[in-house]
């Protein structure tokens, strides 16, 4: 029989660029090996050298995550879908702190809410409500923008901001909450700046911080709903213990290409983000919008989402997305919708929860040292400074270009293209006598490409630490950047 499987878009470049394939198969296991055998590429990122799924992929029959069926042995029939989900980066009313008055609101508010105090879901008595909530963005980028503009706009009374970067170019594509003329500013000055022209009724309060285990559970414990627009795995962790160690409801978002991901995590009414993804992904494995990119109206979409959710959740108004994750692929404009169940042996909101107060989050989620200092030895390691004294010199260099065909087109070095998902089946077109630099964008992949080769016989290979940024930044700056 032929099941529907579906295939999100980071592992749709080892499936031809289907988004969907049919399947034959009379369990989820056996559905999942017919995939791997077709496509052989997408197996190792969906199970591990032990042969059991990765922790941090999903699988749902329908709606249902198969942990909570029969695993891999869950029977399917042909009008089943089966939905692999990795992880890319009402009930009651929110009180408002004790102590706090309900807010008035000015003749001038009045007028500005009119549209909300007309309708009855909202009148006077919840425009008050928002104006009392006290909610906190984590993030001032591409999730964060969106955010901070419709809360602001909604009369949301206090919004609190955690950043620490400044801005850049790059983020002018998605982040709406920054100009080109904000290039090089704080961005907690620029977003503060453009809620504030929104909206100079509300409060703004910046916190310019990394957050940590450390500040984390001070700075969250005051505010109502923490809104998630992180973009790494270790604060996202972060940010759910706290959340929930505090009681508070967490908004989530994530972004990656052309898929999206929203949903609502309050551990007293649901499950938690652990509950989905219970340990992250090794470092690398999944990349950062920066190594594969974002559509620049994704995160706009799913920013949107994750405020209408904060609003309901003030107001206590329709069905928070507690229990539900809600999936978005704009390349096919779908929606779909899975439901989350409690994990009982959750570590942090189970039954007997072993995480009592924050964790060293960079240790759970395995990051190392920066971008720039990939992980393996510094005899596989070359700077851009010690390649370019070796090109002038003459020395018999064979450079790796590891990146996707479109990266190439953006700029390159004289090198020779293999992406990093093709190298073990082209790894014939290279030779073993040959002085190999490999180089990517960063040197993440690169870093990964050349751990590959050593395994396979190549002992002259080498990372370029930084990959092609760091030579445009360093070596030739007519170059351009991505």
Known sequence: MAVTVFIPS?????TDSLSKVALEGATVGEVLHNLGARYTRVRPHLYAENGKLRSYVNIYVNDEDIRHLRNEQTPVNDSDTVSIVP????????????????????????????????????GMRGQKQLKAARVLIIGAGGLGSPLGLYLASAGVGTIG??????????????????????IGR???????ESIEAINPHVRVETHNVRLTSENALDIVARYDIVVDGTD??????????ACVLLGKPNVYGSIFRFDGQVSVFDAQRGPCYRCLYP????????????????????????????????????????????????LFDALQFTFRELTLRKDPSCPVCGESPTIRSLIDYDEFCGV????????????????VEQLKSGLDAGNDLFLLDVREPHEFEIVHLPAHLIPLGNLPE????????????????????????????????????????????????????????Y
């Open 10 to 14: 980071p592992l749709r470049s080892f």
């Open 87 to 122: 992880s890319i980066a009402g009930g009651a009313t929110i009180a408002p702190s004790p102590g706090r008055a309900e807010p008035a609101l000015t003749n001038d508010e009045i007028l500005r809410y009119s549209r909300h105090l007309i309708m009855p879901e909202v």
């Open 161 to 182: 901001i955690v950043d620490f970067d400044v801005v850049e170019l790059t983020n002018l594509q998605r982040q709406i909450l920054h100009s080109t003329s904000d």
């Open 186 to 192: 704080l961005k907690l000055e620029s977003a503060r």
């Open 232 to 241: 790494n795995f270790a604060t996202r962790y972060l940010v759910n213990d």
């Open 279 to 326: 340990s992250p992904p090794p470092p690398g494995l999944v990349p950062s919008c920066a190594e594969g990119g974002v559509l620049g109206v994704l995160p706009g979409v799913v920013g949107s989402l994750q405020a209408l959710e904060t609003i309901k959740l003030i107001l206590n108004k329709g069905e928070p997305l507690i229990g539900r994750l809600l």
């Open 368 to 383: 190392g040292t920066a971008e720039e200092s990939p992980p393996i030895g510094e005899r596989n390691v070359i700077t």
């Open 426 to 481: 082209r790894v014939n077109e290279l030779d073993t006598a040959k002085e190999i630099v490999v180089y990517c964008r960063t040197g993440v992949r690169s870093a990964k490409a050349v751990e590959f080769l050593r395994t396979v016989g190549f002992t002259k290979v080498r990372n370029l630490a930084g990959g092609i940024d760091a030579w445009a930044r360093r070596i030739d700056p007519s170059l351009p950047r």
